[in-house]
């Protein structure tokens, strides 16, 4: 017998005023899977990232994460959830007012009965895990280059050794060096730490170097569900446009 999905989306219906922006969109992904979530700009992805993480309710359907049916729970199922997620949000959203360490430190420091000392501790391994010493440790998120925030904003996610890790647009504003070196660093945290990860990107250099499995929407729904190769194959006009877009740039700049 199978093991049950570790995210299960079904029937999934967004409407936004007279928009349906889901419609009777579902997936599934287990346990220990890097997914790639890609779509058309006003496609849904960022939006249904907010439905499976219990922040934005869908007009229909159901979520399932880690067996907690997200809609349907108690408000402290909801946190204890939260607590096994990490999530990275395109902006990376660090408070501006505390220092790095501040920011990888504070999920520790609410959620867990940890003493401040081990926090910090604790905080700095993250930071070393998202590639990071201790000399950004009391720098200000301003000071920091993008490619740096990013990765401040990957430690804080992974504050609380989550099973499951979101990420929005993670390389968007990044330079080609500093967005390989991040798409690495999510590969190792799935491969060598076990942790499932369902990344929205529209970067397909990213795909190309991580992406085990690919899920497309189009049309309020996922129209293609596969690995790279099989994705691209799928006779969709988005998806033509998208990796036809990119072969024709990847030629012109040959």
Known sequence: MSAAPLIAAEGIVTRLGANTIHDGLSLTIARGELVSLIGGSGSGKSMLLREIIGLHRPSAGSVRVLDTDVWHCAPEELTALRRRIGVLFQDGALFSTLDVLGNVAAPILEHTTTPPELATALALLRLSLAGL???????????????????????????????????????????????????????????????????VTHDLDTLTTIAGRVLVLAGGRVVADGTLDQVMSVDDPWIRSYFGARRETAGAGA
Not at 160 to 170: A, I, R, S, T
């Open 133 to 199: 010493g201790p000399e950004v440790a009391t720098k200000m998120p301003s000071e920091l280059s993008g490619g740096m925030r990013k990765r401040a904003a990957l430690a804080r996610a992974l504050a609380l050794e989550p099973e499951v890790l979101f990420l929005d647009e993670p390389t968007a504003g990044l330079d080609p060096v500093a967005a390989r070196a991040f798409d690495r660093l999510v590969r190792f945290l799935c491969d060598d730490l076990g942790i499932t990860v369902l990344l």
